[in-house]
């Protein structure tokens, strides 16, 4: 009978477990957190001469791959064009925590590193010995240490531009696809603590007592998604000569899917008392699988006004609204006995108004200089759950591109750039409340061009460090990534 309402009472408290996921918040990830919206941030989806160009748009000349980026550079096409693009990326990501010894349980740093096994049993018949002299042990052999690696080719953009006259007016239009988002992310914790009574923020746990302990859950949390977003829409140009103006607007139809893990794995309950504290078994783990589905639209404007040594420009995007339908397949074993269901649902989230300013300078005929602000107001997103109210989960963020290109001939550029990077939550801790984790890219490519054939190649590379604090732990986190990029174009000369 005891055994029947143990295992009724944990899959009670998974159920809930389940339930309550969807709607917790991003902000910090040094516990993990749902699957709701990771990855929608990472929208880096420009073709490979402005990657190479630090990410700069402005004064890019008649690139259609940019179409969706900054549309009023398709006026600058000089015939019908179709240009394809894909990329290679890996990603090494690793986790190294460490523990200093806890006042009052000094063997609780050893526990969570797995280190105790090189501290023999007390004798239990030695004067004076007490449960608190007993050596605690995990019931498995998980180490705080993890690493991953990842690597993926995928298509980046197909386009085709085509430029026209009308009344006088020249034009430009284009239709394509490309990759909106990559999607893939990917999260773990092996020594999760909840509560967390290792942290100092908001207010540290206080101190337990022989008649009032705190029991604490210790268990492993994993969060993986991978997937894409792509969008399918056209752009169209126009250029006023006599103000050397041009205006660019463009729409994407965005659809994409993501396949989607999250485990959460019992290692063990830990109860403190006021000068020990003991470990025992709980065991089971909760494992959701299923699809996400995600779709929106999203407009484009642009205004580039070009001079022969400079150019200044901007593009704006109006708030966009993302849907998600996902489908779930939740599996609780716990007690030794297995219960599955699936939860579907549907979520919303609202990106704000965001947008880029940039300045591309000309200072000899062969080199070329450039510039870019992005404003990324996400700390006025909105997600809405499916049950209960909106939040806003995740950080705003300023970034800055720069980017020099040099032409020796007209068949041959060299390029570099450097932009800087922000994810949308801040380490666990961190001293600077509100403020994202950011890191810089750094890039260099070439582009070679031939009787209308052109073919550009850049590599990228980034590495995003940053630490989770607590009280008397510490997680370094590293994400390192390369990407070689390409595209090829072809241009058929017209008459306008």
């Avoid at 923020?201 to 894409?228: C, E, F, K």
Wanted: charged fraction near 20%.
């Amino acid at each position: 009978m005891n055994r029947d309402r143990h295992y009724w009472i944990l899959t009670a408290v998974a159920c809930l477990a389940c339930l309550a996921w969807p709607a917790a918040t991003v902000r910090a990830q040094g516990y993990g957190g749902p699957l709701t919206m990771q990855g929608l941030h990472q929208q880096h989806n420009l073709p490979a001469a402005s990657r190479a160009f630090g990410g700069v748009t402005i004064g890019a000349g008649g690139d259609p791959g940019l179409m969706f980026a900054h549309p009023a550079v398709l006026h600058r096409v000089p015939g019908v064009q179709v240009s394809v693009a894909g990329y290679h990326r890996t990603r090494d990501l690793r986790q190294e925590q460490h523990y200093a010894p806890v006042r009052y349980y000094p063997n609780l740093s050893l526990l969570l590193e797995n280190r105790t096994d090189a501290i023999p049993d007390p004798d239990p018949e030695l004067v004076g010995f007490t449960p608190a002299d007993t050596v605690q042990r995990p019931y498995d052999d998980l180490s705080p240490n993890w690493s991953r690696d990842r690597t993926e080719r995928r298509p980046l953009h197909v386009t085709l531009a085509v430029p026209f006259s009308l009344g006088g007016l020249r034009l430009a239009a284009g239709l394509g696809t490309i990759q909106y988002a990559n999607l893939d992310h990917y999260y773990q914790n092996n020594n999760v603590l909840d509560p967390a009574v290792l942290a100092q923020r908001p207010l540290p746990t206080l101190r337990p007592t022989d008649d009032n302990p705190v029991t604490v859950d210790w268990y492993q949390a994993i969060r993986s998604r991978q997937g894409t977003i792509d969008g399918y829409g056209g752009a169209l140009a126009a250029h006023l000569p006599r103000l050397n103006l041009s205006l660019g607007a463009g729409v994407l139809r965005l659809r994409g899917e993501s396949d989607d893990f999250e485990q959460r794995r019992e290692r063990g309950r830990l109860t403190f008392l006021a000068n020990e504290f003991r470990a025992d078994s709980s065991g089971g783990q909760v494992t959701r699988v299923g699809t996400s589905r995600f779709s929106a639209t999203e407009w484009s404007f642009s205004a580039e006004l070009s001079g022969r040594y400079a150019s200044l420009g901007t593009t704006l995007h109006p708030p966009t609204t993302f849907t998600r339908d996902y489908t779930l397949a939740v599996e609780a074993d716990t007690a030794g006995s297995v219960h599955a269901w699936t939860v579907d649902g549907e979520d919303r989230f609202r990106l704000p108004w965001r947008g880029t300013v940039g300045l591309s300078l000309r200072p000899r005929e062969q080199l070329r200089v450039g510039f870019e602000y992005v404003f990324r107001p996400y700390a006025r997103a909105t997600y809405t759950p499916a049950v209960g109210e909106a939040t806003s989960p995740w950080l705003s963020a300023r970034l800055f591109r720069f980017g020099i290109a040099y032409e020796p001939a007209d068949w041959l550029a060299f390029r570099g750039g450097m932009r800087s990077e922000a994810d949308v939550f801040e380490p666990e801790g961190s001293a600077l409340v509100g403020e994202p984790v950011t890191y810089r890219v750094f890039s260099v490519g070439f582009g070679l061009s031939f009787r209308g054939i052109r073919w550009d190649v850049t590599y990228e590379g980034g590495r995003m460090k940053y630490e989770d604090i607590w009280g008397s732990a510490l997680s370094k986190n590293t994400d390192v990534r390369h990407v070689l990029a390409t595209n090829l174009s072809l241009t058929l000369p017209v008459l306008r």
